[in-house]
């Protein structure tokens, strides 16, 4: 499926099985996401030189939890794990830099 139509499948699938919201990750396709609320679509891969993939995965989910921790939308956080994993795979050291919350817009 193609990331549009995973976000019409995840659509349908939540309301069915009643989860409150589901993020599908397509590698350079970006990211489906759909919510309870009805929000859903793709968010964009970024652009950038993969050097190794590893810790791509762990580093997007924890921009999304991150996003939703305080108040972003569904489309917002999974930007912040885009940024996140882009960041990731453009090493070979598979650490993520630090940022600082001001940077996604993240204040307490």
Do not use: H
Request: charged share 25%.
């Amino acid at each position: 499926a193609t990331a549009e139509e995973m976000a019409e499948i995840l659509a349908q699938r939540i309301r069915s099985a009643k989860i409150p919201r589901m993020v599908v990750t397509m590698g350079s396709e970006g990211a489906a996401y759909a919510d309870q609320e009805g929000e859903k679509g793709v968010y964009p891969a970024l652009k950038v030189d993969v050097v190794d993939t590893t810790g791509a995965g762990d580093s997007f989910f924890a921009g999304v939890c991150m996003g939703l921790t305080y108040g972003k939308t569904l489309r917002e956080s999974c930007g912040i794990g885009t940024r996140l994993a882009s960041t990731v795979i453009c090493t070979s050291e598979n650490i993520c830099p630090r940022f600082m919350p001001e940077e996604f817009g993240l204040t307490r």
